[in-house]
């Protein structure tokens, strides 16, 4: 669930004017989720919150820079940062623990 996907925030309402939006940063280049990001608050959103763990932090940390300085710039402010970790199951059975971020961004 984590690689590459845009997810509905399930405390939103399923209109299209929901107030959060949730953007799961994976594989995928950086561009493509600063557009999700431009394009969620374009609609309306309010808060956009980038999720990321392992590898893929530094790409989501980027995106929201990008967005926040270049592509609406302005107008989104970076109001929260939360690192976490997560255990997931390994190659072979064991157990990892692996870094993970939440990035929120909100209109200002």
Do not use: H
Not at 18 to 26: C, D, S
Not at 43 to 53: F, I, P, Q, S, Y
Not at 67 to 90: A, N, T, W, Y
Request: glycine share 8%; aromatic share 4%.
């Amino acid at each position: 669930m984590w690689r590459g996907e845009i997810v509905k925030n399930p405390n939103c309402s399923a209109s299209p004017m929901a107030t959060e939006q949730t953007i799961l940063v994976g594989k995928k280049p950086a561009t493509n989720y600063v557009i999700a990001t431009v394009m969620a608050f374009n609609a309306g959103v309010k808060k956009v919150v980038l999720k990321a763990r392992g590898a893929a932090i530094s790409k989501a940390v980027s995106t929201a820079v990008m967005v926040r300085d270049r592509f609406l710039p302005g107008k989104v402010q970076i109001k929260d940062v939360k690192l976490l970790s997560d255990k997931v199951q390994g190659q072979g059975g064991r157990e990892r623990t692996v870094a993970a971020v939440e990035i929120v961004l909100e209109m200002a």
